[in-house]
Nanobody
Framework: QVQLVESGGGWVQPGGSLRLSCAAS????????MGWYRQEPGKERELVAR???????YYADSVKGRFTISRVNAVRTVSLQMNSLQPEDTAVYYC??????????????WGQGTQVTVSS
């Protein structure tokens, strides 16, 4: 069984910072791409940032220059440092990871989501 557990959400004023973390655990053989998505009420889930196992990263235009994604392969964690947060960044943030388990099955897994609220 594979789990992704997120932490680090909360409330912050505009211009503030938050750091999200996600740890993968369980019967994992290898972890491929990892990423962060977000979803506002009534809207589709959107990609915020993703990172390959080799460290190549991609960012949505709306967060470039403000957010930084990183990972530590040895402990199967991915983090998202969010700076200069704005009210439009308010959403539930989800961690996603492409994982091969011990049985050789490949699929993507999602975390439970963590709320980020930016308001004054």
């Amino acid at each position: 069984q594979v789990q992704l557990v997120e932490s680090g959400g909360g409330w912050v004023q505009p211009g503030g910072s938050l750091r999200l973390s996600c740890a993968a655990s369980g019967s994992i053989l290898s972890v491929g791409d990892m990423g962060w998505y977000r979803q506002e009420p009534g809207k589709e889930r959107e990609l915020v940032a993703r990172i390959t196992s080799g460290g190549s990263s991609y960012y949505a235009d709306s967060v470039k220059g403000r957010f930084t994604i990183s990972r530590v392969n040895a402990v199967r964690t991915v983090s998202l440092q969010m700076n200069s947060l704005q009210p439009e960044d308010t959403a539930v943030y989800y961690c996603k990871a492409d994982i091969i388990d011990y049985r050789g099955r490949y699929r993507d897994y999602w975390g439970q989501g963590t709320q980020v609220t930016v308001s004054s």
